[in-house]
């Protein structure tokens, strides 16, 4: 049954929380319809089948006491579980048992015998002082004894012990570096036996529930490799083995491997290293709902106490390691209901999983489940029989809570992630079309440039047959460098802008490169050059520094004041630790005024005053974009009454 309704979780992936709320209840309340033996005691206080009538307990400090000693002491009755807390104490519980009525159709013997069920199973030592068995040793059960020598074995701790024919009174002696809770009940054998078959179906229904959890989150885990969920995956891993410990399953079915010693001691040791998985998980959980960072350091600090909780054990403190082990349970709960309603706001690149309402309940939820689990134990809180029962009770509830949280928070992530999926989509189909709009433009302007050229060509024949002395000529000729300069800018712009181009460095001169640019415009224009005198070699891609400069130069000839000197420098100049080399070419500007500095460097921008011109409007963005390949910055500075644009390239 359980197993099938795992698959039905697993198929449907979609579910909502409500009805995966309704699954796990329905696979909870199936547990205790098929345990009546263990919910009728819970519900009613007392089983009807227990055969003790008063109970009273005592503390014997000095741990030294016998029967005959502790028999004539004041005593202080109770009912149902005794929680005593950590304590170093010996405890000793005076049990009045009542004659068990006769059964028909039992075997005589099983009629004669009573046992004694003791709850839980994880107790160092019991022993049973039968007054009718006088001068014989105490029975003894308990983790440090071999459950092979038991006369009834189980999941528990059970001492068998003749039926009275009167009413009775026996003693037990309890002592454990551990917590001193125990209940006891006085049952007959057919009785007990079908108990421990209700309680092994009832283990057996935990176990799958909790197994059914793990499949999910590793199922979970497999599809998208999340973090938080492998968290809970081995904080769930760790919690069934620890379960199982705790139920006595290790007991009875590992003596055969380990000896009782060795079995205690791993079930002692797994309760720090259940709680600091469990730590570990929130962690990671409550981490992307940005708590306060001292919240989660705190949460650190706990989950630190167990290496100092191991040490503990192995110095041989026990009971200390085992109460500071309670007190960093106690605790956890708390602080992560704290943290719960201090979450801020998540980053802008995750989706919200949780809300902080939702988060304040699994936390409201779980807080009281533990407590009602541990301050019982601790003698802080009354104890009811059902809480004998309230850790097994704590691990599936939390458990189911804690699914339900991380199936809300896959959910999100999975629609998160379909999101981004489709986005990723679109922006793809953005670029290829985006790609395909510049293949046709390339293959346009190659086509286009090839024309024009051509159609160039037979005007610069034309113009040539024209007498050298005709002042048409000259224009002509300028006319046509004008028109290829823009075409040649035009090509160089779309080749440029691909971002896989790579620039091929060399050593370059750059006092030489100035003087081989400037001098075919010096007819035109008073150059004044200016550079140290060991300027050092630039290592750069010699044609796109050409292209810079070419363009710089032009731009300052055509927009120049008439009749005025247009300067370039050349000089070293460092930016931080990057050694490198500043050029500029200044002028003082003409009738098209100083360019907008805000738009300077955007693509097809053209001044207003820049009309009379031939221009695209591609120059200055073509520099500073190979500026940028080249590892440089091309700047504009209105520098008094100059124009100045200074290139920066590392050397």
């Known amino acids: 049954m359980f197993f099938s309704t795992y698959l039905n979780i697993r198929a449907h992936r979609s579910m909502g929380l409500s009805q995966m709320l309704v699954c796990c209840c329905l696979m909870g309340l199936a547990a205790l319809w098929q345990a009546p033996a263990l919910a009728e005691p819970l519900a009613s206080g007392h089983d009807p089948r227990d055969r003790i009538s008063e109970r009273a307990w005592l503390d014997d400090p000095s741990n030294s006491l016998g029967p005959e000693q502790v028999r004539s002491m004041t005593w202080t009755p109770y009912s149902g579980p005794l929680r005593r807390g950590f304590i170093a104490s010996t405890t000793w519980l005076r049990l009045k048992i009542e004659p068990a009525p006769v059964s028909q159709g039992s075997h005589p013997d099983r009629q004669s015998r009573l046992v004694l069920r003791i709850l839980p199973g994880h107790l160092d030592e019991i022993a049973l002082f039968d007054p009718r068995l006088a001068g014989q040793p105490p029975q003894l059960a308990g983790d440090r004894q071999d459950i092979s020598q038991a006369e009834y074995r189980s999941f528990n701790q059970n001492l068998v012990l003749a039926a009275p024919s009167e009413p009775t009174e026996v003693l037990l002696r309890l002592r454990t570096t551990g917590n001193h809770g125990i209940h006891v009940e006085a049952l007959g054998w057919d009785d007990l036996e079908d108990i421990e078959r209700q309680q092994q179906v009832l283990i057996g229904a935990v176990l799958a529930f909790l197994l059914s959890i793990l499949g999910w989150a590793v199922s979970a885990w497999w599809e998208q490799r999340d973090r938080v969920i492998g968290a809970f995956i081995v904080q769930q891993l760790v919690s069934i083995i620890f379960a199982l410990s705790l139920l006595g399953v290790f007991r009875a079915y590992l003596p055969g491997w380990l000896d009782a010693q060795t079995i205690d001691l791993i079930t002692s040791t797994l309760f720090p290293i259940t709680a600091t998985t469990v730590l570990w998980f929130h962690w990671h959980f409550l981490r992307e709902f940005k708590p306060p960072a001292l919240g989660l350091r705190c949460v650190k600090w706990l989950a630190a106490a167990t290496p100092l909780i191991l040490l503990l054990m192995l110095a041989g403190l026990m009971r200390q390691a085992l109460a500071l082990t309670m007190l960093v349970t106690v605790l956890t709960p708390l602080l992560l209901l704290l943290l719960a309603f201090f979450t801020g706001k998540p980053a802008p690149d995750q989706q919200p999983r949780l809300s902080r309402r939702q988060l304040i309940a699994v936390y409201g939820l779980t807080l009281a489940i533990l407590w009602n689990a541990t301050l019982p134990a601790l003698g802080w809180l009354p104890s009811p029989p059902w809480t004998m029962y309230s850790a097994i009770a704590y691990g599936v509830v939390s458990a189911m809570i804690l699914l339900i949280a991380l199936r809300a928070r896959a959910k ?51 113009i040539g047959s024209l007498e050298p002395t005709s002042p048409m000529r000259e224009r002509g000729y300028r006319a046509i460098h004008g028109m290829q300069s823009i075409i040649r800018r035009c090509f160089i712009s779309g080749a440029f802008e691909a971002s896989d181009f790579v620039p091929q460095r060399a050593p370059v001169k750059v006092q030489a490169l100035l003087q081989e640019l400037s001098e075919p415009l010096s007819d035109d224009a008073d150059f004044e050059l200016s550079a140290d005198a060991k300027l050092p070699d630039c290592a750069t891609d010699r044609q796109l520094l050409e292209l810079i400069l070419g363009n710089l130069l032009d731009n300052a000839l055509k927009y120049r004041a008439q009749a005025s000197v247009i ?55 073509l520099s500073a974009l190979l500026a940028k390949r080249l590892g440089g910055e091309l700047r504009y500075q209105a520098q008094n009454a100059k124009v100045r644009f200074e290139l920066w390239l590392p050397i």
């Open 567 to 621: 300067e370039l420098s050349a000089h070293p100049q460092s930016r931080g630790e990057l050694a490198g080399l500043s050029i500029s070419v200044s002028n003082i500007p003409g009738e098209a005024g100083r360019p907008d500095p805000a738009h300077v460097f955007k693509k097809y921008w053209r001044g207003p005053g820049a009309s009379s011109w031939a221009g695209t409007g591609l120059g200055l963005y």
């Open 412 to 462: 999100a992530v999975e629609t998160s992630r379909q999101e981004t999926q489709l986005q990723l989509a679109v922006t793809q189909q953005r670029m290829d079309q985006e790609q395909e709009m510049r293949l046709e433009q390339e293959q346009f302007m190659t086509m286009l440039t090839h024309e024009l050229t051509t159609a160039l060509t037979t005007a610069h024949l034309a």
